[in-house]
């Protein structure tokens, strides 16, 4: 039944379109990562007027010339919410580095290097992931003297579990394909190996992997910030707008949260569309579709 | 499907008419003697009521409700009198002899002796985390119904201490104490829930006149809560903030509180340099003509107009209304002598139109406190009007744990203000450890003589004119013409949702703390 309706759906929308599945991916794909650069080089240019007071102008609800609204201290929030978001992308893209490189490295470690790393890796995994997420991050982020530094540091260090393990798994798979085991057998060093014959295979999944820790990322950058624990406050980071939002919600400001919240949401969303769109453009599997 | 949502609608029927019903019950049963207060969850006593951790006698002073005190502040801020019938002071200002009543019952039905009074400055002594008793030798009870407080140092202002440390029962007095207090006060507290609420009743036997509010709730909650309690009409006063202040309601009125609860910057006077890995001082603000030029440079009634909504007065020092301020402190905001003094001093406009003197650029980094969105506006007003000045200012939110040893070297925005001139001295006078004062690196040996000689004083009203003269002698002092090592920007009012027909006594000057100084006089507040 459900197989069916979809097919019914892509059929229409062929006709309709006259794309294909892969060309409605692909659109998708570049339309999401053009947002989020349009995010990014907007907060870039958009840092003086985030931080602009000016009491002449406050409270003013969404128009055409402040189209998110100003707050309580005159401060134009679309420029606020860019930036803010801006902010957001970066700590989540050098977080989401960080991890990514840790899990890869520690996952290749954990399948390749013995059981007893392997043990190791595994117990550090069990370990992390068994701590609430958020707590962790709390820990990490207070302990590194917090600020931009400490929340990079947190997110890193705590989102990196899954992706390791993801990664362990198919390391250990692919140790025992034919291919692999006769490379083994005609001499090829565990470099060779590695580079090779493992790395294209990972490659897509750690893309994908690394892609899809960015919404975490920023969630929780914007969710740690919201809680008092991250940036300093007069930054324009989108937990504290959504904080201070939180004070005003009750005199009707409603434009302080909604606007601030939606592009959030829509960022986070690009990031899961791109992370989508790509593991279905790049798996073998579904490429083809 | 039906018959579920013919169930979610009645269900909905019964809770709204619920609802309502307890909406007509509470306003048909008109309490008479009853009155619900908010504070800011801050006012929460961590320690419980006692006044050796910090109960009336600590960083916001208040009267203690549930204890008496030995004197009390009149609403000119004079000295009254509570359990003492009389004081004096011995010559050399070491010893204070205190006469007491005789009449005076604990709520557990002992009488208050002196003993008690001794034991509870003894132990305040001993204890006391938050307060400085430190020039306290020793109490002792002569008799019944007198007590001598023999001091270490001479200490003129001993009746504004005496008039917020409220005397406990040596008798049922132990380390639980401030959970179940028990006092001599108009107030018992009947019942304490923790992170949400204390109630107090009226006490039957209290010696003075009968309290007329019998039952106070003290709710604890953040401003917006307390706005939100308002308007669903549960509370009947409700405190709240100059951002919220145009909100208007049904049934409540906005009644405002004059304040000395100042907020002001401080400007260190000493140059840069390091000290056990903290930066003190700063070069920029080491010129006392940056300090003079920034004093009459900020427009003091907009930045009240502005972040205040109007709700504020202009701040020229400390301790603005107090019997022991000086007047000369007033300045006249006047932007171009400011520009003039800076012009005149050397710091001459560079190409990106900031300052620069020998290689020092005209720049201020304001730190304010970051959970404090008011203090957050005045900052960003203050960086706002000194980029006017040709000074480029920054702003930075911190925690108090950062903020002390950051405000060594760079503009703070603090609040103060106290019943006590004790203030001065903890701001303006040099620690003997460091030869500078405490909070802001600032040294005047001047200054420092008058307020020794002020406590030296056995005079109380004598040692006004000392204190006085430490803020201004006619040639040095801490006002625009002298050091100016703080600038003082305004006195925040305090501000209430308060329920039409209650009647709030008349108040006095509240000190710094937007919690328990409202209720000084609860007992005298009456429903019309």
Same mark, same amino acid.
Request: aromatic share 10%; charged share 25%; glycine share 8%.
């Given at each position: 039944m459900k197989a069916f309706a979809k097919k019914q759906k892509t059929g229409l929308t062929l006709k309709k379109s006259g794309w294909n599945q892969r060309q409605r991916l692909l659109f998708w794909l570049i339309a999401a990562v053009l947002f989020l650069m349009a995010v990014c080089i907007g907060g870039m240019f958009l840092d003086e007027a985030a931080k602009t007071t000016d009491f002449?102008?406050? &409270?003013?609800?969404?128009?055409?010339?402040y189209p998110f609204g100003t707050d309580w201290l005159g401060r134009n929030m679309f420029a606020r919410t860019i930036r803010g978001l801006s902010i957001s992308i970066v700590i989540g893209i050098s977080a989401a580095a960080v991890s990514a490189v840790l899990a890869f490295i520690l996952g290749v470690v954990s399948a390749t290097m013995g059981k007893a790393a392997d043990t190791m890796v595994t117990w550090f995994i069990d370990l992390v992931m068994g701590i609430p997420h958020m707590l962790l991050l709390i820990l990490v982020c207070v302990a590194c003297g917090r600020g931009l530094k400490g929340v990079i540091l947190g997110v890193a260090l705590t989102h990196w579990t899954s992706l390791a393990r993801l990664i362990r798994g198919e390391v250990l798979q692919l140790k025992e394909q034919q291919y692999i085991k006769m490379a083994r057998k005609l001499g090829k060093s565990n470099l060779y190996i590695a580079m090779k014959h493992m790395a294209p295979h990972l490659f897509p999944q750690f893309v994908v992997g690394l892609i899809l820790l960015f919404p975490h990322a920023i969630l929780h950058e914007s969710g740690i910030t919201f809680l008092g624990f991250?940036?300093? &406050?007069?930054?324009?980071?989108i937990g504290i707008i959504l904080s201070e939002a939180m004070k005003y919600m009750i005199t009707g400001k409603w434009w302080l949260a909604l606007f601030p919240g939606l592009m959030l949401v829509l960022t986070v969303v690009c990031f899961y569309a791109i992370g989508e769109n790509l593991r279905k453009l790049v798996d073998p599997a579904s490429a083809h579709k | 499907m039906k018959k579920r949502m013919l169930a979610l609608f009645s269900a909905v029927c019964l809770t709204v008419s619920m609802a309502g019903g307890c909406i007509s019950v509470s306003a048909a049963?008109?309490?008479?003697d009853e009155v619900i207060v908010t504070m800011p969850?801050?006012?929460? !006593?961590e320690a419980g009521f006692d006044p050796a951790y910090g109960? #009336?006698? #600590?960083?916001h002073v208040h009267e203690p409700l549930i204890q008496s005190t030995l004197t009390i502040t009149n609403t000119d801020l004079s000295i009254g009198m509570d359990l003492a019938t009389d004081y004096s002071v011995s010559e050399d200002g070491l010893t204070w002899t205190v006469k007491i009543r005789d009449d005076v019952k604990f709520t557990d039905g002992e009488p208050l002796t002196a003993k008690d009074v001794a034991f509870t400055y003894n132990n305040c002594r001993d204890? +006391? +985390?938050?307060? %400085?008793? +430190?020039?306290?030798?020793e109490a002792v009870?002569? $008799? %019944? =119904?007198t007590v001598e407080f023999h001091l270490n140092r001479a200490f003129s202002i001993w009746p504004y201490t005496m008039a917020v440390v409220g005397i406990v029962p040596e008798h049922a007095y132990d380390e639980n104490y401030g959970q179940n207090p028990v006092g001599?006060?108009?107030?018992?507290?009947?019942?304490w829930d923790k992170g949400q609420q204390v109630i107090f009743e009226a006490? !039957?036997?209290?010696?003075?006149e009968e309290p007329s509010m019998k039952k106070v709730t003290v709710l604890f909650m953040e401003e917006d809560a307390a706005l939100a309690a308002a308007q669903s009409g549960t509370v009947d006063v409700a405190h709240t903030a100059a951002s919220y202040s145009d909100m208007e309601f049904d049934g409540y009125s906005l009644f405002n509180v004059v304040t000395v609860d100042n907020r002001g910057l401080n400007l260190p006077a000493a140059p840069a340099e390091e000290k056990d890995g903290v930066v003190v001082g700063n070069d920029f603000t080491s010129d006392v003509n940056v300090r003079r030029a920034i004093n009459i440079g900020i427009d003091r009634d907009e930045m009240i107009e502005n972040v205040l909504n109007g709700y504020g007065t202009p701040a020229?020092?400390?301790? $603005?209304?107090? !019997?022991?301020?000086? %007047?000369?402190?007033v300045t006249e905001y006047d932007p171009e002598e400011a520009v003039k003094i800076l012009e005149d001093a050397g710091w001459k406009a560079g190409d990106d139109g900031i300052r620069e003197k020998d290689g020092v650029r005209a720049e201020l980094n304001i730190l304010y406190p970051a959970s404090d969105s008011v203090r957050q506006a005045l900052a960003e007003d203050t960086k706002n009007q000194l980029t006017e000045l040709g000074i480029a200012a920054s702003t930075e939110g911190v925690d108090w744990d950062t903020a002390y040893s950051g405000a060594l070297s760079q503009p703070l925005m603090w609040g103060w203000g106290a019943h006590t001139p004790m203030e001065l001295y903890n701001i303006y006078h040099t620690m003997k450890? =460091?030869?500078?004062?405490?909070?802001s690196p600032y040294a005047n040996e001047t200054v420092d003589k008058y307020m020794d000689e002020a406590l030296m004083c056995s005079d109380l009203e004598e040692s006004y004119d000392l204190w006085k003269k430490a803020q201004w002698d006619g040639e040095s002092g801490i006002t625009q013409e002298g050091d100016i090592p703080w600038i003082w920007l305004c006195n925040v009012d305090h501000l209430y949702f308060v329920r039409d027909g209650l009647k709030i006594a008349e108040q006095k000057i509240? !000190?710094?703390?937007?919690?328990w100084s409202i209720v000084?006089?609860?007992?005298?507040w009456s429903w019309e």
């Open positions: 002449s102008r406050k &409270n003013i609800a969404p128009c055409l010339a991250g940036l300093s &406050n007069e930054q324009p980071a | 049963e008109e309490k008479k969850v801050t006012s929460e !006593p109960w #009336g006698a #600590g960083e204890n +006391s +985390s938050v307060n %400085d008793f +430190s020039m306290l030798e009870a002569t $008799d %019944d =119904t001599s006060g108009r107030y018992i507290m009947k019942q006490n !039957p036997d209290y010696y003075g020229y020092s400390v301790c $603005d209304k107090m !019997p022991w301020y000086n %007047d000369e402190a450890e =460091t030869g500078t004062a405490e909070y509240h !000190p710094h703390g937007h919690g000084n006089n609860v007992d005298q």
